[in-house]
């Protein structure tokens, strides 16, 4: 249902941009987020993105990170710069359109 691209291993400072394709088409009012998992700790909310174009971001990320999405291809992105090493977490994308869908994750390491 939704595929993530774009993780990697990325030196603290530096950038990365995570993207997650939908294979439905996105219709009516739906959110599309990235949530992220570090080792031992509790999955998280990083941001979201809704249909009308709102977005929310946790505290964390604010000022660092943005997300944005392509409706015509389906698609959410996060932009993610100065990266720091409390980043470093399994990055999943989800999709609330009614009921809520998964993607498999995508592993960003932050090396300080």
């Known amino acids: 249902q939704l595929q993530a691209y774009g993780g990697g291993l990325v030196q603290a400072g530096g950038s990365l941009r995570l993207s997650c394709v939908a294979s439905?088409?996105?219709?009516?009012?739906?959110?599309m987020g990235w949530y992220r998992q570090a080792p031992g700790k509790q999955r998280e909310l990083v941001a979201t993105?809704?249909?009308?174009?709102?977005?929310n971001y946790a505290d964390s990320v604010k000022g660092r990170f943005t997300i944005s999405r392509d409706n015509a291809k389906n698609t959410v992105y996060l932009q993610m710069n100065s990266l720091k090493p409390e980043d470093t977490a399994v990055y999943y994308c989800n999709l609330w359109m009614r009921e809520t869908y998964w993607g498999q994750g995508t592993l960003v390491t932050v090396s300080s």
């Open positions: 439905r088409r996105l219709v009516g009012i739906n959110i």
């Open positions: 993105i809704a249909s009308s174009g709102s977005t």
